[in-house]
Structures are given as C-alpha cells and as structure tokens.
C-alpha cells in the first residue's frame, strides 16, 4: 500500500517549516488551516477476500461519494459532484442479459440500494459512442454518509489489534468526498479520500511496510502559469526516508479549477407535481476571456423527479428558463411511470445555461422544470423526497497538447467529464445554500395519497359503480319493457309496415 | 337577430365558410403564440406525433415507436409524412403544420357527413338543410372541438371515421362501412363498440330481406350482409395489424395494444376507478412497509376491483345498449354506448369526450334535453359543474402541491360519474321516445307522426 496525504493551504495559514518534526516514520506539527486529501494505492492482494473476488470479475468500478454538507476546499480539488453516491461501472461482459452481476450484491452491502439486483436494470447505461472514456453503466443513490463502508474498512482493512487504524477508518464518515477506483488495466485500487478546509492536526505515522509520502502546499503563483495549470510550493516528506522535508515548486495541469463564483438551488413555492428548481448564480462572467466556455449544471435525479426532454427542446421555452440547451439525458427515463415500480435509479442530465450577455458580471437565475412522478401512499398524505444539488461549472476549451493525466491530482469518472472531450477544463462553482442552510440535498414534500383515508376507497367506488350501472340498466329495461328490442312501437313503426 | 341566425343557417357555404375560418384563425393564431411565447399553443401530443413521423421518414430508426409514448397506429405517423418535409422558413412551418390541417380538415367533414346522416336519416324535424346546419353546427363551430383539432390532436380523425362508418351502415354501404369499421378499430381500438349495434340494426328485413315463414332464427340471423360486415372489417383490421406486424414487430403490438392493456393508469384523471387504481398499483408496496396485507379492501366479492371494471363497461356498451337500443336509432345507440364506454372507463380525460360529441347532432333534435329546456340546462350545468368541481381539485393538487387525491378529486370523480350515469339515463330513455330515425326507403315523415312519437 502507497500513502500520500496532501495538505493544501492558503499562505496566511502557513505554519513555520520549524515547527515541523519529522521523527522516524512519522511527522507532527501544529495544528494546521487546510484541505486535506488521503489517497491510497493499493494492489489487490491487500483487499479484503470479497472485493478483490468481486474487482477481478469486473472491468472498471468508480465510486464517487460527495457529502451532502456544505464545505469549502482549495488548490487541486476543486471538483464537485451532486452529493451522494454515484456507481461508474464497466462489468467484464458487456451485456445486461450476461450471468448473473456481481455489482448489487456488493452495493447493498454497503447503501440500501432496493432496487438493485442481479441484472442491471437499476443501472442506466451512458452512451458508449460520445467518449470512450466513460464507463458503460451509471448509478446514484442520495446516500447522506458512508458511514456503512467506513465500518467496512474499518473491519476488513486493518488488523483486528490496530486500534489507531479503526479509529482512522470510521473518521471517514466525516470526509467530504470519497473516491474509489478500480480498472483491469492498472490492476490497483486507488482510494481518495478528501477532508474540507478546516483546522486539523498535523499527524501522521506510517506502517513499516507503507510508503507514506506528506505534503504541504500552497499555491504559487510566480512562475508563468497558464489557465489549465496550477502552480504549487511547499514542504514534502517521504516517511522514514527523509529527515527534513524538502523544499518543491512546480506546476501541473489541471482539469478541474475554482471559478470563484457560487451558486445556489431551491425549488420555487409552491412545489406541485411539476416542481421548478432554480438556480441562482452570482456571476455571469466566464473564466477565461479567451477561450470558448459555457455554463453547464449536471443533475443526478433519483428516480422520484425527472426532466423531460421534449419539453427542453423549444429553444424559446429552453430561454424563458435562461437555459441554452439539454445537452445529455440518460436513456430510458419513462415519463410516466409511478416510482414504486421503478427498477432504474434514475437519471442524470446535462443543462447548459444561457448567463445574461452583458459585459459586466450579474447574478442570474436559472430554471429547471421538472416533474414528479406518483409515490407510494401515506398516512397523512405527504412523502419527502430528496433531491441533490446539482454540480455546476462552466467547461472551457483547453489548448491544444494539455495532457491533463500528467497531473498528480487528476480526478476523472465524475460522470460529467465522460460527455465532454478530453481536453475540457472546468471551472467549478462553489454551492452555496441560503444562510442558515448547510445542506446540499433539497428535501420536500409531496402529496401522495392520505392511507388514513384510504379505508372508504374501495367500497365506495365499488358501491357508486355499481349505483350508477344499476341505474343505466334501470333504464335499459324500462325502455325494453315498453318497446322490446325492435324498432319503436311507434307511428313510425306501422309507416313502416305499411310500406 | 332570429332573422339573421336562420338566414345564416340557411347557406351551407356560410356555416361551412365560418367553421373553415373558425380553424384558421386558430392555427394562425397557434402559430403566433407558438412563435412568441414560451407556452405552447400546439398540444404536446402533436409533437409526438410529429417526432413519430421523422423518426419514421428522416432516421435511421425508421419507426415511429423510436418516439416515447407514441401509443398509435403507424398509419397516423405516415399520414403525416409532409410534417417531415425540409423546407425553409414559412414553408417549412406550413408544412409543420400540415398535421393540424389535416386533423380540422377532418373536422369539417365529420361535420358534412354529419349534415348528411340527419338531412338522409335524421328526424324529420332536423331534415330540412337549415335544421341540419343547425345541428350539424353544434360539431362544426363548436370552439372546443376547433380548439383540439387546431391543437394538433389527432381525435378529429376519428371523428370523422366514426361519422362516414355511421352514414356507410346507414345507407346500407355494407363493405364500406365494413372496412371503416376495421380502420377505427385499428385506429383506437374503442370503435369495436360499435360492432355489435350495426350487426344488430343490420337485420335481414331492414336490408330489405323477404324469410319464409320457418325460417329458423339462425338463418334469419346470418344474413349475407351481416356475413360480408364480419368478414370485410375482420379482414380490414386484421390486414392491418399484420402489416403493421410485419413492418414494425412487436413495438407495434406493445405500443398500440397492449400498452392499454398493462398500462396502470395511476395519474389524476376523471375515472371513478382513479383513486383505486392508484391505490392498488402502490397497494404492494404499501403493505410491504406496513406488514398488513390486504387492509385497504380492494377487493370486491372476492375479486379485484380493477379487474373486474370493464364488465360493466362492456356489459353497458357493448350488449345491453346495442340490443335495447340499435333497432330503435342507430345514433343515438352509438352516441349512448359511446357515452357509457368513457364514462365506466378506467382512464377518462377530456379528449374522450370528444368521442361522443361526434354524436350530439344527431342526438338533440329527438332529445328531451332539448324538448325540455330545465332538464337540459340542468344536465350541462351539473356535467360542467362536476368537471369544474375536479380541475379545481386537479389543480390544487398538480399546481399547488395539495394532498387532494382523498376526499377531494375522489368524491369529485363519483359525483362526475354519477351525473354521467344520470345524463346516460335520459339518453337511453329518449331512445324509446325518440321518433324512428331511420327509415328504410330514407323518405321524410311527416311532423304530425314525430310529435306522436315524441309524447
């Protein structure tokens, strides 16, 4: 197993190199202002029996957890995800109708996904002919923690007398974000694991046999950096090879960057069942003045709330919403079932957005109309459902020969980026809720039929049913016994026979 | 004033003229509105079948099933070939708009036809042109009916299947109303409905048929031309399909038929069944949070409500209107059967009304709604009363975010029903006082035996 942990600062919060004590395999300091990121590599002999049994009869598997708690960050990891967990996931046969699928079994060890079962119905599968490098299938489920896989590690990834190794390992439900990477092709895991910017202690030990390698950076900017780059200087430590960090400085490309913008979602009052969501951003000025960008929002909509893409193609209806285009859809979405019969988790889509063409920065709003599907009944006739933010970003051109892997921070299968090229750089929104407001999942209520009312349902449709036929047949017979089924007993009857 | 009213009804080309210019000033307008604003004047279903038809023609998926929720016969994406047509500017919207010519197009001839059946076949006192035009007007500028068709909802078509095959039965055309028959039912699959009242009218002696006396009941029943309706329209509806099938495969099937037949029907509509279905469809997994199976009685004798709902659907507009009534008057038993099959439906919503107003102008001259004002103000005030009473909780619910399904739209939906059912009633009962529409030779009667007849 590899270990690199990465502090990012500003440079206000810089704490003096001396204060740093590197001692043996391990390195202390004071307690320090920054965003922090964990990333492990790890072959898979070192996992645990079950998914290393499960990676090897896989292609890819990506899992992306985003918190559903407002954080800030820095530097390098600037990306966003609508919170949640979201399942990329490539299976080594390609086809839904294959053997029975290994990926359920292990998801719903881990979230309650329902829905999931052997074949991939749950899944939605992402379009194979836009960019190759997406995976085949997507997922998402609105999940608020993970503290049911930090148990997992927690039992599986440390000895069972490690204690300090527990205790690590159930901390990550206090993570931000949680990434987990898996492909046939390099053969590793890599989990990710980042801690938003706060004050936390700088200390960290190494097994003997980890490499652990620490970082503390700020950014840099002195050098000629370009807008896909990100310059970086600080200390770096390798654990038990070095006895003082050493001094870097160097700059990388990066994929994902901060706009420096924020923006916020709430759906408009009253919510009915085809509910608005808008978005309120607060700058309409595009990062880069000399490159070709647009402001997209990407939504992960659990099967309870979908968009429909006929109504987002009238490009005047599409600007009434300062909305440019639907961009993508997942396929199928079916625009008329009932949630409870769903098997498909739901759907992602991409908007762009059309910003005021002024030349000055405003803030706007933006509409997305939506619409909910029919849940199962209550008492009391509501039902909450949960809808995450979006993430929202503008995506620029970047210059031809930007090789965003060379970055020792690159962040890919996000779902967003797989319906871009690869040479697109995104410049992230911060979300940023109303005061008061830490979170970053919508919850609302709908109506769904009151079960405390239900009762009367049944015998009474059967009774006014019945009423209203015997009532038709009523008649039928009143107009049988006065004139049969013939021809009326009528003038018009003996003119006939006349005839 | 009264003057002017018959003047003008007395001038087909006017009353046509007016219903012609009602159309166009509509779609004209549909276009404005369409062009300027963000809500559409153009009914979302047209743009289904639009998509239908460039998914057929300009694809490479070549059917119009590539399309969600086109639940249609592949004719009516075909029929729409010219919507495809690429052309710049104000042609290209012409023949965007090509569908919705059509559909008001159809309009005005379900409207001619019409003023044919009663000028032909109509009661005496709706024989003469001004009195067809007049009635034949309740169709023609009826601005609910021109609204829907301008719209771009295809019901117009069926409009006037339904009103050629009525006239086809009616002067005895029996193989051209034989195919109608199997294009409607291959349309919308409802007009089968009609089936057993024209088999049932079309018996040997009004087909002008001599029997011996002993001819047994059989014979007399399977008369030649009876024999010709089955065959031509099985064959029509028949041919159809499996050209269809052999076009298009089992989307077509899935889409076309047995998506009624598996489709649950949850959303709002005007159904007495609605809250149940809703409830039933959800009832699994209510009860697999619940752990009480069964609490919510959806059963009835032992059987599932929703199962067991189309027996009085069919039993009402199929068998009992159909004997009682096809012998008596033909349209008024279409428009009655049609009346009972979208009321005891479990699906109801406001373009199925349009499937019976086809029929009120033949209806209303004979009908007591009209010989008695009170009780015909009484049935249309209660019938739009109800309604209202139901949108108004629709739109609490939809638009307001309100928990209306228990009482509100649940009691609204019974007490629409229930007028339905009444309204239903006097039609049925005005089919014994209602004067012999028909008469074999087609020859006017004389006013003096209407009135009799009408007592």
Not at chain 1, 82 to 100: M, N
Not at chain 2, 66 to 75: D, K, M, Q, S, W
Not at chain 2, 380 to 406: C, H, I, K, P, R
């Amino acid at each position: 197993m590899r270990q690199r942990t990465t502090f990012f600062h500003r440079d206000e919060d810089a704490i003096q190199p001396s204060s740093i004590k590197v001692k043996g395999r391990s390195i202390s300091g004071p307690d320090i202002t920054a965003v922090r990121e964990d990333r492990f590599t790890l072959g898979l002999d070192e996992l645990p029996s079950d998914l290393k049994e499960l990676l090897t009869n896989i292609s890819e598997l990506h899992l992306r957890w985003a918190s559903p708690a407002r954080y800030d960050t820095l530097g390098p990891w600037t990306s966003r995800l609508p919170p949640g967990l979201h399942v990329f996931y490539t299976p080594q046969h390609d086809d839904a109708t294959g053997p029975r699928d290994p990926i359920c079994a292990f998801l719903r060890g881990f979230m309650p996904q329902e829905n999931c079962t052997d074949s991939l119905d749950h899944f939605s599968q992402l379009p194979y002919d836009r960019f190759s490098h997406a995976t085949a299938y997507q997922s998402y489920y609105p999940s608020r923690s993970i503290s049911a896989f930090a148990e997992y590690a927690s039992q599986y990834l440390c000895s069972a007398s490690d204690d300090g190794c527990k205790t690590r390992m159930r901390a990550l439900d206090q993570a931000k974000s949680f990434d987990f990477s898996y492909d046939t092709i390099s053969h590793v895991v890599k989990v990710t694991v980042l801690w938003g910017h706060q004050k936390q202690p700088l200390d960290i030990t190494s097994h003997s046999d980890h490499r652990v390698e620490v970082g503390l950076l700020v950014p840099d900017s002195t050098g000629a950096i370009e807008d896909h780059e990100l310059g970086v200087a600080g200390l770096l430590t390798i654990l038990g090879e070095d006895s003082n960090p050493s001094p870097v400085l160097f700059s990388f490309p990066a994929r994902h960057k901060s706009a420096g913008a924020t923006f916020s979602a709430e759906f408009l009052s009253p919510l009915g069942l085809h509910p608005t969501m808008q978005l309120q951003v607060d700058s309409s000025e595009p990062p880069m003045k000399d490159s070709f960008c647009s402001l997209h929002a990407y939504f992960t909509l659990p099967n309870t709330i979908f968009a429909d893409k006929y109504q987002l193609d009238d490009p005047l209806f599409l600007a009434s919403k300062n909305l440019t285009a639907l961009r993508y859809i997942s396929q199928p979405i079916d625009l008329e079932a009932p949630s409870y019969v769903m098997k498909l988790w739901g759907s992602s889509l991409l908007l762009e957005l059309k910003p005021p063409a002024e030349d000055e920065a405003v803030a706007f709003t933006a509409e997305v109309p939506l619409h909910l599907r029919y849940q199962v009944p209550q008492d009391g006739g509501e039902e909450s459902v949960t809808t995450p933010y979006p993430a929202v970003f503008w995506a620029c051109a970047a210059e031809e020969g930007t090789k965003f892997p060379n970055s020792p921070f690159d962040r890919v299968n996000i779902g967003y980026d797989g319906l871009f090229g690869p040479r697109t750089l995104f410049w992230h929104l911060d979300p940023a809720p109303q005061e008061g407001v830490k979170d970053l999942m919508l919850t609302d209520s709908v109506p769904v039929l009151d079960l405390g009312q239900a009762l009367l349902i049944s015998p009474l449709t059967a009774a006014v049913v019945v009423a209203g036929f015997a009532w038709v047949v009523w008649k039928l017979v009143a107009v049988f016994m006065k004139s049969g089924y013939g021809a009326q007993q009528s003038p018009g009857r003996e003119v006939k026979k006349t005839q | 004033m009264a003057n002017i009213i018959s003047a003008f009804f007395s001038y087909p080309l006017l009353v046509f003229g007016s219903a012609f210019l009602l159309r166009a000033i509509l779609l004209v307008y549909g276009l404005w509105q369409d062009a300027n604003s963000p809500l559409k004047y153009t009914d979302i279903d047209y743009m289904v079948f639009t998509d239908a038809a460039r998914l057929t023609f300009n694809s490479p998926a070549r059917s119009p099933y590539a399309r969600e929720t086109y639940r249609y016969t592949p004719l009516l994406a075909w029929l729409l070939y010219p919507t495809t047509l690429p052309a710049p500017g104000a042609a290209g919207v012409f023949w965007f708009s090509f569908g919705k010519v059509l559909f008001a197009a159809a309009d005005l001839a379900a409207g001619w036809l019409l003023v044919r059946v009663l000028r032909r076949h109509g009661p005496p006192a709706a024989r003469t042109e001004a009195a067809a035009l007049r009635y034949a007007s309740i169709w023609l500028l009826n601005p609910m009916v021109a609204t829907i068709s301008t719209r771009g909802s295809s019901e117009g078509l069926l409009g006037v299947l339904v009103t050629a095959l009525l006239y086809a039965v009616l002067e005895r055309r029996v193989t051209l109303a034989a195919a109608l028959l199997g294009l409607g039912v291959h349309f919308k699959i409802y007009p089968f409905i009609y089936a057993p009242a024209i088999v049932w009218w079309m018996d040997g002696e009004r087909m002008g048929r001599q029997f011996a006396a002993g001819t047994s009941l059989l014979r007399r029943f399977l008369t030649p031309e009876r024999l010709r309706l089955a065959i031509v329209s099985l064959a029509t509806f028949l041919g159809l399909n499996i050209a269809m099938y052999a076009l298009y495969g089992r989307e077509f099937l899935q889409h076309t038929f047995l998506h009624h037949v598996t489709r649950i029907d949850h959303r709002h509509n005007f159904s007495p069944y609605n809250v149940l279905l809703y409830l039933t469809s959800a009832e699994p997994y209510v009860t697999a949070q619940s752990g009480e199976a069964g609490a919510w009685g959806t059963e009835f004798l032992g059987l599932r409500i929703e199962s067991v709902a189309f027996v009085p659907q069919l039993l009402l507009s199929c068998v009992l209107i159909p004997l009682v009534g096809a012998k008596k008057d033909l349209a008024t038993t279409m428009l009655a059967q049609t009346f009972a099959f979208v009321t005891f439906n479990k699906v109801c919503t406001s373009q199925y009304f349009l499937w019976y107003m086809v029929f009120l102008p033949l209806y209303l001259p004979s009908s007591s709604l009209l010989r008695r004002p009170g009780l015909g103000v009484s049935a249309l005030a209660l019938w739009v009363a109800t309604q209202g009473l139901w949108l108004q909780q629709g739109y609490n619910l939809e638009f307001l975010g309100q928990s209306t399904f228990m009482p509100g739209l649940f009691y609204a939906s019974l007490a629409f029903f229930l007028v339905n059912c009444w309204i239903l009633g006097i039609i049925i009962g005005d089919l014994q006082g209602s004067p012999e529409a028909d008469v074999s030779t087609g020859a006017p009667k004389s006013v003096g035996q209407s009135k009799t007849a009408a007592k």
